[in-house]
């Protein structure tokens, strides 16, 4: 054997030790990491994913988080902030039926809908707010400035009559929107904002099958009948109504089966999240059908949709741009509606 082959010969051998070498350690390493915990973000995302079906699939770093209230500067407009969080998370209180400013709103707190005052990744929280307002929006066919949405949530949601602009109510709730948001950037998406995005049913959502839904998972805490249940103090709700005089009226968000389904298969029954959903989508769907098939207060919405064409396909009042009846635009399926005007 000449010297030159020799040589090859043990530095492959060099190397394929090495190779070795590196094997043997880092499966170690993988299987000590693992019990470790350091790899069970892998585990969690691929949970995560399996759970929540093809709606839910997030990387974790990068969800929004609501700046720190104790961040919130004690000055006059650190106590505005503080003022507008307490009215989001006790409306009722203070505008309710026996609220202690005015009585304007039915008995719901915004945080009923805007988990913890609106902070909630995927809790229909508020993270976009401060960025996107003054905005065009095609509900109302004009730009709309920040008291405007705000009066929107109270004349729909909480079923009641505008706050007026100059108060120090409408003030405060105005402050902490813009403090919450103030970190978002216009027109930046995180994961974590607003409401889950659900998969869509390609049958109509099941009013039948969501009562079951219903009696099942929701009846426990929102009563039977959907009736809720009020708190010792008779202020506010422990459990808020889904149905039935002191719900949310016909013009309202949660109206619209696609953010009552979404809002539903994130955060309830409550104490879930979106990274731990406990509905399959279709019962969400088939939920949301229930409870809007129920009776609700009434609004008259004929200046809504100005322009018709840009209805949400969900909108369950007509008239439409489109041939699918009311039924359809309530129920579903939404695809082939969507299809008609692309
Ligand atoms: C019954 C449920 C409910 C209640 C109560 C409620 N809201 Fe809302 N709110 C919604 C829904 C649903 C939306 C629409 C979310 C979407 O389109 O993604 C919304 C949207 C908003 C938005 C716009 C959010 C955005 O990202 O553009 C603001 C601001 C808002 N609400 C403020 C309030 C305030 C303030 C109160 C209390 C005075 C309140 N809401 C009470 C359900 C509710
Ligand atoms: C363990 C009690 C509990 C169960 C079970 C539960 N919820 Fe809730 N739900 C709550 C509470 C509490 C709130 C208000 C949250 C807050 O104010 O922080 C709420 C709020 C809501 C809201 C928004 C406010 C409103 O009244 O319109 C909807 C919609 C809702 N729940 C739907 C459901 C549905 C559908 C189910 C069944 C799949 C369900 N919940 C099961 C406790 C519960």
Redesign the pocket.
Known sequence: MSEKPFIQYVKRLIQLVWLLIICVVGSTALFLGDAMGLLSFRVEESRLIASAGSSVVLVKEALWQAPDTSSIPHNAKGDMIRYGRE??AH?SKY?GPKGKVRQI?NG???????LKA?TVPFG??????AS??P?RRNRSGIVEG?EK??N???E???NGEK?DSASREMQA?VAY?KWVGKDVKKGEAQPG???VELTPLHRPADPVKGKTVYDNYCGRCHGADGEGQLAESGLEWTY?PLYGDD??NFG???Y?IS??A??VKANMPYGVTFENPFLTDEEAWDVSAYVNSMPRPEKDLSADWPDISKKPVDHPFGPYADNFSEEQHKYGPFTPIEAAYQ
Do not use: W
Request: glycine fraction near 6%; charged fraction near 15%; include cysteine.
């Open positions: 009215l989001i409306t505008l709103s719901m707190n915004c945080q009923n809908c805007h609106g229909n929280n508020y993270a976009r707010v996107a307002y905005k920040f949405r705000v929107d949530c109270i729909r949601s909480l706050l709730i929107l904002f607003g409401l808020p719900s949310y309202a968000g949660l619209r953010k009552f979404a809002y």
